[in-house]
């Protein structure tokens, strides 16, 4: 099983945490009775938190070191450019404070909708249509939804690069990319711009391997826009 879009980009339990908060205002309200709203969200969270505890499980990446040698150069790109997006979906884990918060949007139910909308959004011009029409509904958007924001980016941004699960957390960023048997990434445009951005770093930027894994690790990243700025110019 995989993790749907919208836990990828907040990490499963900032989404436990926001389902909890539905599942209790649910219980206070009219709906709460046996056989409402309530028990049907109930039923239907135990299974999905089954779905996602079952992807974290498979996140792992594979033998990551092949082709390695045969890298690109960089070249131009945009974040929301027509490419290829080397990842169909990218793990994204932090602990960072990331939802719109219930004294922002006050009905659990169009809080749920706002986020299925959110997920639904692939380019930049539609994230920015959304902004503006949840601004103008709800006022100026709140920190957390600043950061849900920048999350939608970067995972946006991490496929394009061939990344399959991005962690931030506690100031250290890692981006761990496709495993070896995606032997075309290792030897495209995308990877030569990581190893050009690893090289031209002076030491901030280490591209590691642990196991099977290759990853990219970055310490001293506190935010999702400080996150997001790096993986932007990496992929520029």
């Given at each position: ?129 959304f902004r503006l029409d949840l601004e103008d509904r709800f ?20 496929r394009g690069l061939g990344m399959e699960k991005i962690v ?69």
């Open positions: 099983a995989e993790q749907s879009g919208f836990i990828s980009e907040i990490g499963f339990d900032m989404y436990q945490k926001i389902l909890d908060d539905a599942l209790r205002e649910l219980k206070e309200d009219e709906w709460g009775g046996p056989g409402g709203a309530a028990d049907v969200a109930d039923s239907v969270v135990s299974g999905m938190g089954d779905s996602v505890n079952a992807g974290a499980g498979n996140a792992g990446a594979g033998n990551a070191g092949a082709g390695i040698a045969g890298a690109g150069n960089a070249g131009e790109a945009s974040r929301f450019a027509d490419r290829q997006d080397w990842s169909r979906e990218v793990q994204l884990d932090t602990d960072l404070h990331a939802l719109l918060p219930d004294n922002y949007v006050r009905s659990t139910s169009e809080r749920l909708s706002l986020y299925m909308q959110l997920d639904n959004l692939e380019t930049e011009e539609d994230l920015q249509q006022g100026p958007l709140p920190a957390s939804g600043e950061t849900l924001f920048d999350l939608m980016r970067i995972r946006r941004a991490g931030l957390k506690k100031g250290l960023l890692k981006c761990y990319l496709l495993d070896g048997r995606h032997e075309r990434y290792y030897q495209s445009v995308e990877f030569g711009k990581l190893l050009n951005a690893v090289q031209g770093s002076s030491g901030k930027i280490a591209m590691k391997q642990h196991k099977n894994a290759v990853f990219l690790e970055v310490d001293g990243v506190y935010s999702a826009h400080q996150a997001l700025g790096l993986l932007e110019r990496w992929i520029n």
